[in-house]
């Protein structure tokens, strides 16, 4: 009997050192401005009851959360006619009361909620941490993904917004990627489902604009014909999708079109204000007022957020937006919130294209000590001592081999130095020093040495 290749579910991964030290540069670099920002970090669980989950992400969000059978013999308490009935839906809400979180966002809601007398509000919180969807896999869409969450709730001021457009500009300039930050607002959108004579439709538009990278223009018009909007209406929303031009020439545009829409107004009162402020303080990167960035989540209200990377074509890197009732549906009602969500996966595969990871990072080994066994070897063990009090990332060749073996060792791991201490080193109280990249070696003291760390 053959015996079973291993493998691991599709839309997952395996990670190696490298890509380990990678990731954990992008999550280093986007936490350090989490903290930057004043935002502390929570965690909750990986999964959460179905009743937190279900109807938070709209119709096509429920179909992708990851269920959980139930314990033990879970077929036990289902009636034959459910099962007869062959009704998968009927027969999950029977055997699954827990699901994987879909993201961090509704879980954070959850999690105001029930720990509402412990926080001080207004509260601002960041969390790292790997959510699922059971989509389809393809480049840059993974079923398990890590996102980086900071989110400012308890307060309704548009400083909020402003503030989260500074963090993730200063994100992606340290990462040296440059993007295009995509803004628009729900309450925008609403007064032009009301232009267009839709306005109880507003749900289905956003979802279809929503895929206009995806399946383009005719496809979002065809979705829209599917679900009812008129054919007129259609007609009447292509030059506001299709409007381009300055941000500035998008507002004068839009505030002939939504005159006569108290909510549409609003809407563009508030990206105008932003966008104000945001001139002002003269971000790095390009910031976009997109009409066609509709964010098809059911839980935003107000500004919505979306980062394309400007070099590489891949979706989305970041996104979020203002949400002013999301506690509310676990009794909490009338707390605004806004947040923000940092795709790490697709930052990764970002870096990775443009080649623009650092050539060394925090997780690296930056020095191997030759073992020759006996008195060099404790001898050793207290240079290694030293190296790690400094902080210097540091290891000691785990046992006596030959010197071209453990050299090969270093240069496989690409270790940058390699440290010679035998029995003329030890009498003397120095070290040898082989630089692994310029092929240098010279003789130094152990502080000497640290010391060259900290010039």
Not at 143 to 158: N, V
Not at 164 to 184: G, P, R, W
Not at 206 to 223: H, Q, S
Not at 323 to 334: R, V
């Amino acid at each position: 009997m053959a015996v079973q290749k291993p493998s691991i579910p599709k839309g997952t991964r395996d990670f190696n050192p490298t890509e380990m030290a990678r990731r954990n540069y992008i999550f280093d670099t986007i936490k350090k401005h989490f903290k930057r920002y004043g935002f502390s970090a929570i965690e909750t669980p990986a999964m959460e009851n179905l009743s937190t989950l279900l109807g938070k992400y709209g119709e096509e969000g429920d179909k992708l959360l990851f269920k959980i059978l139930n314990s033990g013999d879970f077929l036990s308490n289902v009636s034959d006619p459910y099962l007869a009935e062959k009704n998968s839906q009927k027969l999950t809400s029977q055997i699954s009361e827990k699901g994987l979180r879909y993201d961090l966002t509704v879980p954070f809601a959850r999690f105001v909620v029930q720990h509402r007398n412990e926080l001080v509000f207004p509260f601002k919180r960041y969390q790292i941490q790997p959510v699922w969807r059971a989509d389809r896999p393809q480049k840059g869409r993974y079923r398990e993904f890590y996102q980086c969450d900071a989110d400012m709730i308890g307060s309704d001021s548009l400083l909020n917004e402003v503030e989260l457009v500074q963090m993730i500009d200063d994100v992606f300039s340290e990462l040296n990627i440059s993007v295009i930050i995509k803004l628009n607002n729900r309450k925008i959108l609403s007064g032009i489902a009301e232009f267009v004579g839709e306005a109880d439709k507003i749900v289905d538009i956003t979802v279809a604009i929503d895929k206009l990278d995806k399946i383009g223009l005719e496809g979002v018009n065809r979705e829209m014909l599917e679900k009812g909007i008129s054919a007129e209406a259609i007609e009447k929303l292509q030059p506001i999708i299709l409007l381009q031009g300055s941000n500035s020439y998008k507002l004068v545009q839009l505030k002939t079109i939504l005159e006569t829409s108290t909510t549409g107004l609003q809407g563009l009162d508030e990206m105008n204000t932003i966008l104000r402020y945001l001139e002002h303080l003269k971000v790095n990167n390009e910031v976009e007022l997109d009409l066609t960035l509709a964010r098809g989540l059911n839980y935003y209200t107000g500004t919505i957020f979306e980062v394309k990377a400007a070099q590489v074509q891949i979706g989305s890197i970041t996104g979020g937006g203002r949400y002013d009732n999301l506690t509310g549906i676990f009794g909490m009602p009338d707390v605004s919130g806004v947040g923000i969500s940092f795709g790490a996966d697709r930052i990764y595969d970002v870096l990775h294209e443009t080649n623009a990871f650092p050539s060394t990072t925090n997780d690296d080994v930056t020095v191997l000590l030759v073992n020759f066994g006996g008195d060099e070897e404790l001898y050793c063990l207290g240079l290694l001592r030293e190296l790690r009090n400094a902080g210097i990332n540091s290891e000691l060749y785990p046992e006596n081999a030959k010197m071209k073996k453990q050299m090969k060792y270093a240069d496989d791991k690409k270790i940058p130095f390699v440290i010679v201490a035998g029995d003329e080193e030890m009498k003397n109280g120095h070290i040898a020093v082989k630089n692994m990249t310029t092929g240098e070696q010279k003789t130094m003291s152990m502080q000497e040495f640290i010391q060259s760390f900290t010039q």
